[in-house]
């Protein structure tokens, strides 16, 4: 055999053991100071992303990104209303499928944190909790209500059937799994706590369990027996101390989420944070032994309605936006940032000796699309189903809705001018009155009430209300039903006799598109195609529209807003096509528009 053959023989056999040097059970503990696989000790340094987040064609692209830049962990959260959208009918297939997402790591030698709490938080609707939650009278969360209770046992033991086969001493490279997520900054109900390991462990997750808080709430989150991790705190002196004094005096020591910047909600700046804030701590950190979670490594893109909100006493509603780009290391495209070069540089120096790097892959290829013209438009009065009638209006719950709209229909006598208020609006609605568009009321805020002077004779009233995305973190998260809630008042008086049509776009409606039609003033559907000669990422251009959410070849890709910061709606190459592609547009207050186009880069900075 020629010499540049060996060679090239010995790297395959050497790719080969990498790849699999996790093939096999393993033993994964924890050692006084250091984590011990097969009883050797582990430095994890591991990068957060959730499979929902990244097309199911991008998850290996974005695993060999991270072991680029010197990862040997993924972390991820798993999201009960991704796997459970109504109660009893699972789902772990497409992008969905959690299990795929695992063995694709181990395929490209990575480890995973695994975090399969019922509640996630993590800038996602209701923190992760399934809607249908909320229609179960008398059901509270994060605690021993029995309805509660039982919902996640069943919800547990699905994903334990998923995963337990992947954990590491069951053969995988699962090392360890999260119960509960930042429980201290709820509650401190320690039974509680113990209900969820034994479930775990009923679940088929017999291995290495841990909890993880921030440093106010570490006593209280945390539950005798298993270790503390420790979120947002990176000084090694203080995370030693913290997890010591709840972990009898030892390690070992792990930083479960690692924030290199934040997420962005809707009407507010886009946080950056330059990553020289980052190196010194990064590398104090792992010089100190200390394993680390970086949320996030790389945020992608929140698509299907699947936002959640901040919700405060100070702010009391702050919807999140559709991109997580998150300022993280690969940014939402998947691209290597400079922050990803210079943690790389950081993280060289604390792998073992003689580790190379691979090089870093290059750019994703980005493409424009100039003129994508909408020719069809239908308005929402066309996009209706039968109604649901009532005297009083319904929530989404109670209409057995998730997400998207429903629009409210009554009639109202007219030739009177007087003040239109809803109580407690969830979230944001279209007022119109004989079917034109005559103002907004948006729970942002505070604006819930209207004056309207209506027409002589009996007068339709019509309000399209949104689900903004639901409470994700904090006390409220009970608080979170949508759409008209409590009452309509018209001139001091409530209004009765209501018919609800629902419209939850959990896929596009299939109505027969109208030409696009002049002078049209309410929400509407607007339809298109384009070609292209060759898909590549592609970002939509929506600063000149208004509000509403966007599909491409019938993948939902979020929600856009004038209010910004987001201006743009991230496309991947992998959802687009050679050839013809559809594209629809629900617009709720421009519907008057009839072009964008795909530009080459994120406009995530512009607040109108």
């Not at 590398?283 to 405060?312: C, E, K, Q, W």
């Not at 050679?578 to 080459?600: C, D, H």
Request: aromatic residues 10%; neutral net charge; glycine residues 10%.
């Amino acid at each position: 055999m020629k010499r540049t053959g060996l060679i090239a023989l010995l790297i395959a056999l050497l790719s080969m053991t990498a790849g699999a040097q996790q093939t096999g059970k393993h033993t994964f503990e924890l050692g006084d100071t250091a984590f011990l696989l097969d009883g050797k000790p582990l430095l994890m340094i591991s990068g957060e992303m959730h499979y929902p987040r990244v097309p199911r064609e991008c998850w290996r692209e974005r695993m060999k990104m991270a072991k680029a830049m010197g990862l040997n962990t993924i972390g991820t959260y798993v999201f009960w209303n991704v796997h459970e959208p109504e109660k009893g009918q699972y789902d772990f297939s497409g992008n969905n499928d959690i299990a795929a997402f695992v063995k694709i790591a181990q395929e490209e030698g990575l480890w995973v944190v695994l975090r399969p709490s019922p509640y996630v938080c993590a800038e996602w609707e209701f923190g992760g909790y399934p809607y249908w939650l909320q229609q179960i009278k008398g059901l509270t969360v994060r605690g021993k209500e029995p309805q509660y209770l039982e919902a996640y046992r069943n919800y547990i033991k699905a994903v334990g059937k998923q995963l337990s086969p992947l954990l590491v001493n069951h053969g995988g490279n699962i090392l360890m799994v999260q119960i509960e997520n930042e429980y201290g900054s709820y509650s401190n109900d320690k039974d509680y706590l113990d209900i969820n390991r034994k479930m775990f462990i009923e679940a088929g997750f017999d291995g290495l369990l841990y909890t993880c808080d921030p440093e106010p709430a570490i006593k209280d989150g945390h539950l005798p027996g298993l270790l503390p991790a420790i979120n947002g705190v990176d000084d090694p002196a203080k995370v030693k101390r913290l997890i010591n004094e709840n972990h009898n005096g030892k390690g070992p020591y792990y930083i479960a989420e690692w924030y290199p910047a934040w997420f962005d909600w809707w009407g507010t700046k886009h946080h950056t944070v330059p990553y020289e804030k980052y190196l010194g701590k990064l590398d104090s950190v792992l010089a100190a032994g200390i394993s680390i979670n970086m949320y996030m490594f790389h945020g992608g893109t929140t698509r299907d309605f699947m936002n959640g909100a901040n919700a405060n006493d100070h702010a009391p509603y702050e919807p999140q936006i559709s991109s997580y780009d998150y300022d993280a290391p690969l940014d939402e495209a998947g691209n290597a940032t400079e922050k990803f070069r210079q943690f790389r540089n950081v993280i060289a120096k604390h792998l073992p000796a003689g580790t190379v790097l691979p090089e870093i892959p290059a750019a994703r290829p980005v493409i424009a699309i100039p003129d994508i013209s909408f020719t069809h438009s239908t308005p929402v009065f066309n996009l209706l189903s039968a109604p649901v009638s009532s005297a009083t209006p319904l929530t989404f719950e109670d209409l057995g809705q998730a997400y998207g709209w429903v629009l409210y229909s009554t009639t109202l006598d007219g030739n009177k001018k007087a003040l239109l208020k809803l109580k407690e609006l969830r979230d944001y609605c279209i007022v119109m009155v004989n079917g034109k568009k005559v103002g907004v009321l948006d729970r942002r805020s505070g604006l819930d009430s209207i004056q309207l002077q209506l027409p002589a004779g009996k007068v339709k009233l019509d309000l399209l209300v949104e689900n903004l995305g639901r409470i994700n973190f904090g006390p409220y998260l009970l608080a979170n039903k949508k759409g008209i809630t409590e009452q309509v008042l018209w001139a001091g008086k409530e209004v009765r006799n209501w018919k609800m049509y629902k419209l939850p776009f959990n896929k596009l409606p299939a109505v027969k598109a109208k030409k696009n039609i002049a002078g049209v003033t309410v929400p509407a559907l607007k339809e298109g195609t384009f070609v292209l000669d060759k898909p590549g990422d592609t970002y939509l251009d929506m600063s000149n529209w208004g509000k509403g959410a966007v599909w491409i070849n019938g993948h939902n890709l979020g929600r856009y807003w004038e209010a910004g910061p987001q201006q743009t709606i991230y496309v991947p190459a992998e959802w687009l096509r050679k050839g013809t592609n559809n594209i629809a547009v629900m617009e709720l207050i421009k519907p008057e528009m009839k072009k964008l186009s795909g530009i080459t880069h994120p406009i995530l900075d512009v607040l109108k």
